[in-house]
């Protein structure tokens, strides 16, 4: 079986540096994520961006996702990460 090399993955604490973090950032345009099929790991990060842009719970931002891209397939581990992202990023702003 192989594993990914750890080294190519940034450390927990560094791989949100770009995201922005403050309202005025957040509500000042428009985003575009472009993905092929744009199913799951890009809609795992755009849920994070809804859920801190409107400080939404997971369940409203794959809501809102679903009412615009009904093919979107999140599994146990987007989720999980949907949770984590909440719990760290939105519920303490």
């Known amino acids: 079986m192989m594993s990914p090399p ?3 993955f940034l450390p927990a604490d560094r791989k949100l540096s770009g995201v922005p ?5 957040i509500n000042s345009g428009s985003v575009y994520v ?6 799951t790991r890009s809609a ?5 961006y809804l859920m ?8 409203e931002a794959v809501k809102y996702m679903r009412s615009r891209r009904p093919h979107i ?6 989720w999980e990460a949907l949770d984590i992202f909440h719990r760290q990023h939105v519920t303490r702003t």
């Open 6 to 8: 750890v080294s190519r």
């Open 21 to 25: 973090t403050d309202n005025e950032q």
């Open 34 to 39: 472009h993905c092929k099929a744009g199913r």
């Open 44 to 48: 795992t990060l755009v849920g994070c």
């Open 52 to 59: 801190m842009k409107n400080g939404w719970s997971p369940e």
């Open 73 to 78: 397939l999140l599994h146990t581990k987007q």
